[in-house]
């Protein structure tokens, strides 16, 4: 139990003398800098994200719309129609071009 209570004791006082040096290293930096955070998660999209197909061939009337092929240069949508099964195809670029309905 006392060495329990050495090492919790050592590990606060470690934690609590951190905390200064942070705060000095801040403030010295002056209010004329900015701090920006990004998400480490968040990553551009270059060509056609496969939702954004997917919207957009529902929009033109596809039902059911799944992503059939997708390569460098084209996406391949496949869904229902009124009169049966359809495909749009789209540019791999940003904001999914129609190429062929």
């Known amino acids: ?4 209570l050495a090492k919790a004791s ?3 006082l470690l934690a609590l003398s951190a905390i200064p040096v942070t705060a000095s290293t ?3 930096a002056g209010p004329q800098t900015s701090l920006v955070v990004e998400a480490q ?3 551009p999209i270059r060509g056609c994200s496969p939702m954004h197909a997917v919207r957009k061939a529902r929009e033109f009337g596809l039902r059911d ?3 059939t092929r997708m390569s460098k240069r084209v996406v391949v949508v496949a869904g229902r129609e009124r009169r ?6 789209f540019a791999n ?3 999914c071009p129609l190429i062929r309905r």
């Open 84 to 89: 049966g099964w359809d495909r749009i195809t």
């Open 65 to 67: 719309a799944r992503i």
């Open 93 to 95: 670029v940003r904001g």
């Open 1 to 4: 139990m006392t060495h329990f």
């Open 41 to 43: 998660y968040h990553r």
């Open 10 to 12: 050592l590990a606060a």
């Open 26 to 28: 801040a403030a010295a």
